[in-house]
């Protein structure tokens, strides 16, 4: 049962309302970083002169690391904590994505690799960055996940823009990824600071236990 008035005064303290926004930023970086990359796939596919064939197993490499990074969430989450790991997978995600781009100029394989890192590094922090937000949903006693998973969508309609001035502007493929992971690994472990600490955090103002399981 609710304790009345409970859930608008945490929505009101300071310490919680950073941490629901931080999470909001997370889930937008995380599409967002994934929605300028999508996007610029016909121009890497003419970069490297490869077969659609071909084309279909260098994305594949994404998939396969996210896949493993989901697959080792768990343990990954279990030792780092979510703040950590979105921290940290964040960085890599945009590092693999900086490869990729890089690749683009130097042949497939490098593409490849860069797109496994990528994945891995996604996957792990989308999962991490749910853990995060259920917390938040646990602390608040409703459901707000829809809202964070919306933060998503917004993050890919955001890259997909940014990603469509990028080919309207002449930018190159390679300068517009590279510019995308330095400000998506700059700014997604900054906001992931103000997370709540650990999948039990503490509510917001020292609040015990109790007063969330009440």
Known sequence: MRVPGLQSALADDGQ??????????????????????????????????????????????LAVGAGIGTALSGLIISGLGETWTVRVMAVVAAAGMAAAALGVLLGTPAVAAGLLVFGFGSGTWD????????????????????????????????????????VALGVPVTAHLLIVSVVVAAVVPVAARK????THAPAPGGRPARCRRS
Do not use: D, K
Not at 44 to 59: F, K, M, N, Q, S
Not at 132 to 161: C, D, K, N, Y
Not at 195 to 198: A, N
């Open 195 to 198: 997370f709540l600490r650990g």
């Open 127 to 166: 999962v991490a960055m749910n853990v995060q937000g259920a917390a938040i949903e646990r602390v608040l006693g409703r459901a707000i996940l829809p809202r964070f998973h919306a933060g998503w969508s917004i993050g890919t309609v955001a890259g997909a823009g940014t990603a469509a001035v990028m």
């Open 16 to 61: 919680f309302r950073e941490a629901r926004n931080a999470v909001y930023v997370v889930f937008f970086g995380n599409g967002f970083l994934f929605a300028n990359w999508a996007a610029r796939i016909p121009q890497v596919r003419a970069e490297l002169g490869v077969t659609p064939g071909v084309l279909g197993l260098i994305l594949l490499c």
